[in-house]
């Protein structure tokens, strides 16, 4: 009773999956770019393809539900579903962000920056990091580099401190900058919540592998 | 515990179809067995109420225990242990009588004729079988005239009628139609209310449905057995797990 048509679904699933982060991942680091090349066609573009990402998460939804409907998936095979449908949420919403970052660069527009991009980009890196190697995980069935990642959240919650504290003291000394300056918190705003939806995709894939939810870190935002 | 199983081997002639298998079985429970063809459930269930005492070559090793006390033992009535111990089989087997009798046969046999106790346990049996309303009109049909999905809730009246404590349900639904499954397995889960019952089944959709307790068995021996929820979701053994997922069997 090997069920090789249904197991060949459920992988299809899984590698949609990892083709709609790697779409999110593009996103998010195109994103970035555009902000420090200030570059808004490229932000055009970003914003325009968000569709593309969302269609991917309704469609991959569409077929776990028909899976469930159908196959009666059951043990890891239900996991990994109800798993894939958390985990597709995210990376749309990690998606959002990208676009969030986009709109934000738009909205600044021929406006200079109020403050080199310093931090801002490590988030960002970071961010990309934590995503990338969680997609790994989820792959790897790594539940030890999925709890890992987890902790890094603390990193860029550290950053998002302190690159909040140096806008407010640019806005205080002149408060020209406040429009400016609350961009970049928008930015920075927006990567934090990248990172805080990474680490759900890696309590997720602890759950896919072990059947059991774990909060394991909560973010201090 | 309803019935406490030490280390039970079954034996075919030369051949072993149950390996020493222990487990506990929780009285007003449902408790699913499960496994591929040929796995030993059906004799392990059979086991349980000495269906396999009628097969020649049968030998048991080991301990059924039944609120206490050995079913196996020299001095049980073994008619009285499948009285409180009753089954229904896979495919509906009603006799070719009317439907009342069908639901009054183990009274019959039992000795009692009296009309009066006759019609309150059949009315009953029927009821909580879940077809009274069904063939009320109609009681002294042919049973064999009733659909095969009423056929079976008949044979589960007439298990009922002589009000056992336990019923061993062998593939209860395997030659019944999707509605008729239905019917069963809701009588199955109103039926825990008031007796330990046990199933055979091979669709494991219907076990996680049915059940609060499920045993996994493979080529004799019993895998696993936990609360259904686990078995279904997150099974320990990786055999089990395999095995529910369809990756082998």
Same mark, same amino acid.
């Given at each position: ?9 459920? $992988? ?12 999110? !991942? ?6 970035? *770019? ?9 932000? $055009? ?5 968000? @569709? ?13 539900? &028909? ?21 597709? =949420? ?14 934000? #660069? ?48 603390? *990193? ?5 401190? %302190? ?20 961009? /970049? ?37 | ?15 072993? +179809? ?7 079985? %929780? ?6 067995? @499960? ?13 349980? #109420? ?16 039944? #609120? ?10 073994? =008619?009285?242990?499948?009285?409180? @111990?009753?089954?229904?089989? %896979? ?10 009798? #069908? ?14 106790? &006759? ?10 079988? +879940? ?7 109609? /009681?002294?049909?042919?049973? /064999?005239?009733?659909?095969? !999905? ?10 009922? +009628? ?5 019923? /061993? ?20 889960? +109103? ?13 494991? %959709? ?31 053994? $990786? ?11």
């Amino acid at each position: 009773m090997t069920r090789e048509a249904y197991h060949k679904a459920l $992988k299809d699933v899984q590698d949609e999956v990892l083709r709609m982060a790697d779409k999110v !991942g593009k996103a998010l680091k195109d994103s970035m *770019e555009a902000l420090k090349q200030r570059d808004l066609e490229t932000s $055009k573009r970003i914003i325009r393809e968000d @569709i593309v990402i969302n269609k991917m998460r309704f469609d991959i939804e569409d077929k776990c539900l &028909l899976l469930i409907a159908t196959q009666q998936p059951m043990a890891v095979d239900l996991r990994i579903l109800a798993a894939v449908i958390n985990i597709i =949420t995210d990376l749309e919403r990690i998606g959002d962000h990208a676009e969030g970052i986009a709109k934000i #660069n738009i909205a600044i527009g021929e406006d200079s920056l109020v403050k080199p991009l310093v931090d801002i980009p490590k988030m960002g890196e970071k961010g990309l990091s934590m995503l990338e190697r969680c997609m790994k995980a989820f792959v790897d069935r790594d539940i030890e580099s999925a709890r890992q990642i987890c902790n890094e959240d603390d *990193e860029v919650d550290a950053l998002y401190d %302190q690159i909040y504290g140096e806008l407010l003291l640019i806005m205080i000394e002149n408060p020209r900058t406040i429009q400016g300056a609350t961009y /970049l918190i928008w930015t920075a705003h927006n990567l934090e919540r990248t990172a805080d939806r990474v680490t759900n995709i890696a309590e997720r894939i602890v759950f896919m592998v072990t059947g059991k939810m774990e909060e394991m870190n909560v973010s201090k935002y | 515990m309803a019935f406490k199983i030490k280390e039970v081997n079954a034996f075919y002639g030369g051949k072993q +179809a149950v390996k020493n298998v222990s487990l506990a079985i %929780q009285a007003r429970s449902v408790t699913a067995i @499960i496994g591929p063809s040929g796995c030993g459930k059906s004799t392990f269930i059979r086991c349980l #109420n000495r269906m396999n005492d009628l097969v020649p070559m049968f030998r048991l090793e080991g301990e059924i225990l039944y #609120n206490g006390t050995n079913i196996y033992s020299r001095d049980l009535d073994i =008619t009285e242990v499948r009285r409180r @111990i009753g089954m229904v089989f %896979q495919k509906p087997n009603p006799f070719p009588k009317s439907i009342y009798e #069908n639901a009054a046969y183990g009274l019959r046999i039992q000795g009692i004729s009296k009309k009066g106790t &006759l019609d309150k346990v059949v009315e009953e049996s029927l009821k909580k079988a +879940a077809l009274w309303e069904e063939v009320r009109d109609r /009681l002294n049909t042919s049973a /064999l005239a009733l659909s095969g !999905g009423q056929q079976q809730r008949l044979c589960i009246a007439r298990a009922i +009628a002589t009000q056992p404590e336990v019923i /061993l349900f062998d593939e209860p639904c395997s030659a019944l139609d999707p509605i008729a499954t239905a019917k069963v397995e809701d009588l199955i889960t +109103a039926l825990k209310k008031e007796y330990t019952v046990i199933i055979v089944t091979h669709n494991m %959709q219907q076990a996680a449905r049915v059940s609060d307790v499920t045993g996994f068995f493979m080529m004799g021996e019993l895998i696993e057995f936990d609360i259904t929820k686990k078995i279904f979701t997150a099974p320990s053994n $990786k055999l089990t797990e395999d095995y529910i997922t369809g990756r082998f069997g």
